[in-house]
């Protein structure tokens, strides 16, 4: 029994032992997993270690892309003016309204400087002159605020580059914002509609509120300095409000300055012989109701017969009614007065004499108008042969392709020294020659 015992004792033990010895290879190879149990514990320190290494130079990465974002978003935020649209509560008191109904608004950039100086620039954009004509552009950015862009580029005389613009880069920069079709002269106080659509015709209304809204929220009442300037149908706008808009700003403004760029469009007979710019001014006088404008007024009230009241919209008639100093700016050449007024859709040698010959007229008349104007010693004019439309508002108005001297140097001579005189008036080049010359002046 003991024996038994003992050798059941055995047998367990040699079983044990065989069961310990099946259990061998796993008992005995836990230690031997120690050191790479030791040896990950170590990589995970590592790995941590490098995670938190990458983690932080994706941090300073990330830093800098947003610095470089921050730098860049304030660059271009620094060079665009930015939107602002009346409130609407303000612009309805008014009845002062976009094509659709919306509020006007305008873009800002204001100068790091001073509150001294302010340009106001109206941009161009033809006009409209009947209700499927306002309606249509009702639709668009330029008929209404809801789509206006957020910010736009300053360009040009706008630009707050003081190499290529030394005289307004620092500047308070106001672009009024394009909406009525009218050249800002509009003054229907009825609603027309189109198609059950409701139509504004206020461009008037809609200058002298966003000019009073202006005075209380911007600090244009501490004004001394202020220049008025516009493109193409926005020259015509500046050319006829300029006196007006003295008469509403503060009196701390000294000098008040208009510069005209685009906008001297003359009656002239296009190649069938028929007067397209007079056809058109008719009817977007009447269709907006300009006579109600109180800037033109001073200009028609003067015309013996009401039927050619309209003729005020002509830069030709209604200069002589204007105190303000002017600048106009001018190719002899425009190219949209080329197209659209004249009818021309040939350019230069490829033209029949014929149609040379009407736009060799027109810069001829260009030219004779532009002596009228500098008979007030008030004014300048600066005229380009290079055949381009605005000026002002774009890179080649500081390129020496337009003529002896650029516009901006011109300019700037004729407001230092107020002194009339007409910046390339001899020699111009014929088209074809200009075409040559002027090559990246038309594409900027
Ligand atoms: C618009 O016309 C009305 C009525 O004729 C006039 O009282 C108002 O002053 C005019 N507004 C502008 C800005 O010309
Ligand atoms: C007014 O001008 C129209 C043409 O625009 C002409 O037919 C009319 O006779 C003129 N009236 C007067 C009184 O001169
Ligand atoms: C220039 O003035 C003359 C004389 O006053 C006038 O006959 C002519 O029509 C004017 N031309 C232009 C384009 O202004």
Redesign the pocket.
């Known amino acids: 029994m003991l024996e038994q015992n003992e050798k059941s004792l055995k047998d367990q033990a040699q079983g044990e032992s065989q069961k310990a010895m099946l259990f061998v290879p796993y008992r005995y190879n836990r230690p031997q997993m120690l050191p790479p149990l030791i040896c990950s514990r170590r990589l995970y320190v590592h790995l941590i270690l490098l995670l938190v290494i990458v983690f932080m130079l994706v941090i300073i990465r990330l830093m800098s892309t947003v610095k470089v974002n921050f730098v860049h978003f304030h660059l271009e935020s620094d060079s665009d003016a930015e939107l602002v649209t009346l409130p609407s509560q303000f612009a309805h008191s008014r009845g002062a309204l976009c094509l659709d109904g919306s509020p006007p608004a305008y873009y800002f950039r204001p100068s790091l400087l001073s509150v001294k100086f302010w340009i106001i620039y109206l941009p161009g954009g033809a006009w409209c002159n009947s209700e499927y004509d306002c309606f249509q552009r009702s639709l668009t950015e330029l008929g209404s605020s809801h789509v206006a862009k957020i910010s736009i580029p300053m360009v040009g005389i706008l630009s707050n580059d003081c190499e290529i613009n030394p005289d307004f880069c620092l500047w308070n920069v106001l672009v009024l914002h394009y909406c009525d079709g009218s050249s800002f002269l509009g003054n229907d106080s009825t609603v027309r509609s189109y198609e059950s659509q409701s139509l504004y015709l206020r461009g008037a209304v809609v200058f002298e509120a966003l000019i009073d809204y202006l005075k209380e929220s911007t600090d244009l009442a501490e004004a001394e300095q202020v220049v008025l300037a516009g493109s193409s149908a926005g020259g015509i706008a500046a050319l006829i409000h300029a006196d007006r808009l003295r008469t509403m700003l503060p009196h701390s403004v000294k000098t008040v300055h208009a510069l005209v760029d685009a906008a001297m469009f ?1 009656d002239l007979p296009d190649v069938r012989g028929n007067f397209e710019l007079a056809n058109l001014f008719k009817s977007v006088y009447s269709f907006h109701s300009i006579e109600n404008s109180k800037s033109i007024q001073e200009c028609t009230e003067t015309q013996p017969n009401i039927t050619e009241r309209w003729r005020c919209l002509l830069p ?1 008639v209604y200069y002589k009614f204007v105190f303000t100093p002017i600048y106009f700016v001018n190719s002899v050449y425009d190219t949209w007065q080329r197209t659209y007024l004249l009818k021309i859709s040939c350019f230069a040698s490829a033209c029949p004499s014929v149609h040379r010959d009407v736009v060799y007229n027109a810069r001829d ?1 260009i030219l ?2 532009a002596h ?1 104007i500098t008979r007030y010693k008030k004014n300048g004019v600066y005229l380009t042969w290079c055949p381009v439309h605005t000026i002002l508002n774009q890179l080649r108005f500081s390129s020496a392709e337009l003529g002896d001297s650029t516009v901006q140097q011109s300019l700037s001579s004729w407001l230092q020294h107020d002194l009339s005189q007409i910046t390339g008036d001899k020699n111009f080049l014929s088209l074809e020659a200009a075409l040559e010359v002027c090559k990246s002046s038309i594409k900027l």
């Open positions: 003359l030709e008349s004779t108008f009228n």
